[in-house]
């Protein structure tokens, strides 16, 4: 049973994640016309201004001459032709709007976790931040216990981090627990949620180092927003994390 709950899981956020690459991939390409629309109107329209000069000096010369040139009907008719192209690009322009607000409309739908009272979203996930002090193995109790599927915070990208660090920046958080422990094996730092090896690392110049034989869990500085092995009996901030 356990095995066929993770397959489904497995499959679940595949298809988050796939869905979610359709998504951009449709908005890049969206973006991308309406790059070359805009450009191509702003190409117009500079033609078209020298044009219009250049009719209102053909016109002029007509009315002196009492002549009709035939340069002058044809650059009427090249203007005539762009003004309605324009036409046609402002109003695909108008469209093209419309399909952006709706591919934006459908990820944020797609995205929206409905993150409860006090808890901060970003992207599929749901945050909370906590100035309590703990150690680590109290901070890990209490994420655990937060909500249905919590843990202790797990940066798994350097996005995701950005993110966090002008979260932790915000409300001043000196030291921070992170999910990451060597406890069992030393040196060999694994998430605390599932016991793999990280994909994802950002450890300050140095670390970890171990200081003392005694540091087994990590710590994620505000200076420099890296990341140290510190003492577990350390107190220290906290970021519970919900979410695939």
């Not at 450890?203 to 890296?226: D, I």
Request: proline share 1%; charged share 30%; aromatic share 10%.
């Amino acid at each position: 049973m356990d095995s066929i709950k993770h397959c489904i899981a497995g499959l679940v956020i595949a298809f988050v994640f796939g869905a979610a690459y359709v998504f951009e991939a449709r908005l890049s390409d969206i973006y991308k016309d309406v790059k070359r629309r805009n450009e191509e109107l702003s190409t117009i329209r500079l033609k078209n201004k020298d044009l219009k000069t250049k009719v209102g000096t053909l016109e002029e010369l007509c009315k002196a001459t009492g002549t009709e040139a035939k340069e002058f009907v044809t650059e009427k008719k090249t203007i005539e032709k762009l003004n309605k192209r324009v036409e046609v690009l402002e109003s695909s322009l108008d469209n093209v709007e419309k399909r952006v607000q709706m591919s934006d409309q459908k990820a944020f739908d797609f995205r929206a976790t409905n993150c409860e009272k006090g808890w901060v979203q970003f992207e599929e996930n749901c945050y909370l931040f906590l100035s309590l002090e703990n150690n680590f193995k109290d901070a890990v109790d209490y994420c655990n216990k937060a909500a249905a599927g919590t843990r202790l915070l797990e940066i798994k990208s350097s996005h995701v981090e950005k993110w966090i660090d002008l979260q932790l920046t915000i409300r001043g958080f000196q030291y921070t627990w992170i999910g990451l422990t060597d406890i069992l094996n030393q040196g060999s730092f694994v998430l605390i949620s599932t016991g793999s090896k990280p994909t994802y690392t950002n450890w300050h110049k140095n670390e970890p180092n171990n200081s003392g034989n005694v540091e087994h869990c990590v710590e994620k500085w505000n200076t420099g927003l890296k990341w140290n092995d510190k003492r577990c009996d350390t107190r220290r901030s906290f970021v519970c994390e919900m979410g695939p």
